[in-house]
């Protein structure tokens, strides 16, 4: 019975030519890419029902939480909402910077590596 990880190379039918070479199975471990916080940034401009509504809409939160994350935004100057890919991130930011302009609001939302 042959083990699946090692195996005796030039062995063919129990004959042995000599050779016990040993050939070991690599196995790679693949690497988990990088992820990145997403942040919202306060401002003295933007309502605070309007971080609320980009909380729920882009990042999924339910109403209680969207409030709780919007006071830490206006008490601390910042918070993370999330934290993805960094493409995930990179289109959360686009999405919220795009949906406040449209709504002439001068909300910020940043990304950085975790």
């Known amino acids: 019975m ?5 195996q005796m190379s030039g062995q ?3 004959d042995d030519d000599g050779d016990s ?20 940034l306060n401002d003295d401009y933007t309502p605070m029902e309007f971080v609320v509504a980009v909380l729920e809409r882009f990042f999924g939160m339910s109403h209680a939480q969207a409030f709780e994350i919007m006071l830490t935004v206006h008490k601390r100057g910042v918070a993370v909402v999330g934290v993805f ?7 959360k930011v686009a999405q919220v910077m795009d949906f406040a302009r449209r709504h002439q609001h001068p909300l910020q939302c940043t990304m950085e590596k975790e």
């Open 2 to 6: 042959t083990d699946p990880i090692f």
């Open 21 to 40: 070479s040993v050939i070991v199975e690599t196995r790679t471990k693949t690497k988990r890419p990088p992820l990145y916080k997403v942040l919202l």
């Open 85 to 91: 890919s960094h493409e995930i991130a990179e289109t």
């Open 12 to 14: 063919k039918n129990g």
